[in-house]
């Protein structure tokens, strides 16, 4: 219980310090994202403008792709699994709040999951939320990059 209530005092002062960093306001912008998430994605992700693009921030959160070829010999894709755990766990966890959230809230990255499963060959569960993990972080990269907050209609539009 001790580790439970300074786990959650350590948040609220993470929550305290972070409230004015562009990263942070960009995170709670998006619909289904808390203060809560929005610190643990920051603490595990550190700052997002170090990365050069959203392909390095995939595989420092796990979630790139790892091909296996031999001749013609070709196996099923798979996520690498090598990055944060923590972080991909976070993210994965989100995107589910964002689903479960979608009668209440408007969101691109709900609207990419309905897509991926009306396809005429829906995907997994899975596949489909480690894809919306995907756009997410291509999403924020881009609006914390250029400081500017999450709207549903001008996401919509790009």
Known sequence: MDLVNQKKDIIKQMV???????????LVSFPGIRENTAVRITGEL????????????????????????????????????????RLRKILYFMVMSMISLRTKTNNT??????????QPQ???????????????????FQLIQHDVLYHYESAKAS
């Open 46 to 85: 550190g700052d997002i403008r170090r990365f050069k693009n959203p392909k390095q921030i995939n595989a420092y959160a796990g979630i790139d792709i790892q091909r296996h070829q031999s001749g013609k010999l070709q196996y099923q894709d798979r996520i690498n699994k090598r990055g944060n755990r």
């Open 109 to 118: 990255i709900v609207d990419y999951y309905d897509q991926l499963k009306k």
């Open 122 to 140: 829906s995907m997994p569960h899975k596949v489909a939320v480690i894809a919306c993990v995907n756009k997410f972080l291509k999403v924020a």
């Open 16 to 26: 305290e310090l972070s409230k004015e960093r562009v990263d942070f306001q960009v």
